[in-house]
């Protein structure tokens, strides 16, 4: 219809629609990528949420989600053969994590190796909000109520974001600052619990660190009997870990591993047989002991329910969630990720956070209190050679019984002695020097987070160490990205002697003119007079795409030829910022300006951009305006190493890459598979790609069959001629055409 395309004609000339179509990637095809076999994908997702891969009971194959990636995924049966690795782990862990267990209660009254449980540090966490509610709302809930309400929403928070699979939203906090809040949350843990192992009371254990510390100091002259248990244990945990490390060096037999494994055990029997044999006869008419001691355990689950919900309760914890979610996020992928690098498995951070979140949401109802990842257990259950994630299992039937039927042993347990458990434990989470001066040396900023997130740990809080070591090292994120690095880059020629021949093999590089990476004496030879060579070592975005607009236009005004002499040009002419040449000396800048290389071409390195947004294209349109007035002609905008469809399609909306070449050089032929002769019909999934314009699908372009036979084609398209498959080719090209007259607007 005459009046339809008329009105179709019209809408493209008000949206600037390009006449001449060039080839680009589409929305279109984006949204194909994404929603290819729907069926394959579903089944992917759901098996990468609620299997392993390992305990299922169903073998087949499926392909992954998107059609570029076709890694096939194999589901075993489980082998039976992995057994005793799991039972053995399982029995291991399951003996550490119930002294550990009591010990870190007293605190506030997918991976197969990951032990989730009670930690330290989420038991810190509990501690202070459990502290925050009470203060703002005395005698209303109990520290339970308060803690299990706390698990139920951590445990949802985390289980949401498992299932929308934005885990990789931990990745923003990077290791220095885990580091850092690892340390000083263990020293701050270690301090408190050094009041309980040597029996001294009267202050509050729960203030700042170094208030803690100044008063424990104070506080010795008032060392109790407790110390003679808190001493005792602690020493007894170091000296057997030490004898056993120093036999299994010397014994290859692992029972000295194993031997080591028990000591918490073994400890908390003896001072707990010691502590009944003293104080079972030394109870005081108030009913209060000589020494302090654990005293009534309930047994089994005695409080199993739907934890409480109340709005009041939640309004009052609300304040609290973020650092509580975010350490149950933290510690349990930091331990997945490490024990996945140690033993040479991927974990998938979204089925892990799973894994939390149904955690606590169930462990709730039973009267938990937030669980996470365990470092110490963790490193247990992979030394005792766990095999699959059901060694959990074996774990959870040593607690249940322990539950049930050891309670009545619990009574005499010192307090003191779970204090040893404790400072054994959390001393492990302290950064060795080595590891800090890692961080030195690999990044002397982000030692800096390393040293502030245990230093405002120590003097404030965990919640403000977390926060403060999250929020900097975020502000060094956006820094990184705002002010990356660029340089201006010459010619360097590489010779390499052949060992099969005498003969000297010569290629050609290129480097920054600042030769801080290479060799300071290297003879670096700037490219042809009138072309510019710059790389940018960052994605191309709004917040860093002045930084290439400044160097470029400054470069050129201070190094190549003004195209116009303002000499001959008025005032009124003029922009008001251009004073023009001083009448004393205008004629001697002229001829200055004169000597200048007059500039051809721009070859821009986008080797190492993977993004390019709307701004920073307006900014290289800004850029070329800029130089083209200053040149006083049209300057050819060349760019090497256009690798992502995106940021082609980007640049060649802002007019880049178009247009007639003054390059003299043939264009770059690659060898291609032969047509019929490949398993995967690549020629013919190219023909989908051009098979679509800029957005709409209307011009299609096809090979004849004739091309399809061809044994070389062409790398780079010849709509594009100032695209270059590596920056030796751009450069090259830009070469070539100095001299010769170019129409590429």
């Known amino acids: 219809?005459?009046?339809?395309?008329?009105?179709r004609r019209i809408g493209k000339r008000i949206i600037g629609y390009p006449e001449e179509i060039v080839p680009v990637v589409t929305v279109k095809e984006w949204v194909y990528d994404q929603t290819v076999n729907?069926?394959?994908r579903t089944t992917w997702l759901a098996c990468s949420r609620f299997c392993n891969g390992s305990c299922v009971t169903v073998s087949t194959t499926f392909s992954g989600p998107s059609k570029d990636d076709q890694k096939m995924t194999k589901i075993h049966l489980l082998d039976f053969g992995w057994l005793t690795g799991d039972v053995i782990a399982g029995l291991t862990v399951g003996i550490v994590v119930v002294p550990q267990g009591m010990s870190y209660a007293t605190l506030f009254a997918t991976s197969k190796d990951v032990s989730i449980g009670p930690v330290a540090v989420m038991s810190l966490t509990v501690s202070q909000v459990i502290k925050h509610v009470q203060n703002a709302h005395p005698n209303e809930w109990s520290g339970p109520t308060i803690a299990s309400t706390l698990a139920l929403i951590t445990g949802f928070i985390v289980l949401a974001i498992g299932l929308l699979r934005i885990g990789w939203l931990v990745e923003f906090i990077p290791l220095p600052a885990v580091s850092g809040f690892m340390t000083g949350s263990a020293i701050n843990i270690a301090a408190g619990?050094?009041?309980?192992?040597m029996g001294i009371t009267g202050f509050d254990t729960r203030a700042a660190t170094y208030q803690v510390i100044i008063n424990t100091l104070k506080g010795l002259p008032r060392t109790r009997l407790d110390a003679a248990w808190g001493l005792t244990g602690l020493v007894a945990l170091y000296s057997i870990r030490m004898v056993c490390d120093f036999l299994s060096r010397r014994y290859p037999p692992r029972w000295f591993f194993f031997i080591s494994v028990m000591r918490n055990a073994f400890v908390i029997l003896v001072l707990t047989i010691a502590a009944w044999l003293y104080t079972?006869?030394?109870?005081?008419?108030?009913g209060k002991y000589p020494i302090k001691i654990l005293q009534t355990v309930p047994a089994g689950f005695k409080h199993i329910g739907r934890p409480s919900v109340e709005h009041k309760l939640l309004t009052a914890i609300a304040p609290e969630l973020p650092v509580a979610t975010?350490?149950?996020l933290l510690e349990h992928i930091a331990i997945s990720k490490s024990f996945g690098r140690l033993n040479g498995y991927k974990i998938n951070p979204n089925q892990e956070l799973i894994a939390i979140g149904v955690t606590n949401t169930v462990g709730s109802c039973f009267g938990a209190y937030p669980a996470t990842g365990s470092f110490s257990r963790s490193a247990l259950k992979s030394k005792s050679g766990v095999r699959t994630p059901a060694a959990g299992i074996i774990t959870a039937v040593v607690v249940i019984v322990a539950l049930y039927g050891l309670t009545p042993a619990f009574y005499w347990i010192p307090n003191a002695g779970l204090s040893a458990v404790i400072i054994h434990a959390v001393a492990d989470l302290v950064a060795s020097p080595s590891q800090v001066y890692s961080f030195w040396r690999v990044s002397p900023l982000e030692f800096l987070i390393w040293v502030a997130a245990v230093l405002i740990t120590v003097f404030s809080s965990i919640e403000n160490g977390i926060y403060t070591s999250i929020c900097v090292s975020l502000a060094l994120l956006l820094i990184r990205l705002a002010h990356p690095r660029g340089s201006l880059m010459g010619r360097v020629k590489i010779m390499t002697n052949s060992p099969d021949s005498k003969d000297i093999e010569t290629r050609e590089v290129f480097v920054p003119y600042s030769k801080k990476n290479v060799n300071p004496h290297l003879q670096i030879e700037p490219p042809l007079p009138g072309v510019i060579v710059y790389r940018f070592e960052e994605s191309?975005?709004?917040p860093n795409c002045s930084l290439v607009n400044d160097a470029l236009v400054d470069y050129v005004r201070e190094?190549?030829?003004?195209?116009?002499?303002?000499s001959n040009v008025s005032a009124s002419d003029r922009p008001w910022n251009d004073p023009g040449p001083r009448r004393d000396i205008g004629a001697s800048e002229q001829e200055q300006n004169l000597q200048k290389p007059d500039l051809h071409a721009i070859v821009l390195d986008f080797s190492q951009v993977s993004h390019i947004d709307t701004t920073a294209v307006q900014s290289l349109i800004d850029t070329r305006s800029t130089v083209e007035r200053w040149a006083d002609h049209p300057v050819e905008f060349h760019f090497a190493t256009v690798l992502s469809p995106w940021v082609r399609r980007a640049l060649i909306a802002g007019g880049f890459g178009l247009g007639i070449s003054s390059s003299t050089i043939p264009l770059d032929l690659a060898s291609v598979v032969p047509y019929g002769e490949s398993t995967t019909n690549f020629v013919a999934i190219q023909d989908v790609n051009l098979a679509h314009d800029l957005e709409s699908g209307d011009v299609k372009k096809s090979h004849s069959g004739p091309e399809l036979q061809s044994e070389s084609e062409l790398v780079i398209s010849k709509d594009t001629p100032f695209f270059h498959?590596?920056?030796?080719?751009?450069?090259?090209?830009?070469?070539?055409?100095?001299?010769?007259s170019s129409s590429s607007d």
């Open 280 to 286: 079972r006869h030394r109870r005081s008419a108030s």
């Open 559 to 566: 190094n190549l030829r003004r195209g116009k002499d303002m």
């Open 38 to 40: 729907p069926k394959q």
């Open 326 to 328: 975010i350490i149950l």
């Open 725 to 740: 498959i590596d920056l030796i080719s751009a450069v090259r090209a830009a070469e070539s055409g100095i001299g010769r």
């Open 193 to 197: 619990q050094v009041p309980g192992l």
């Open 540 to 542: 191309y975005l709004y």
């Open 1 to 7: 219809m005459p009046s339809l395309s008329s009105a």
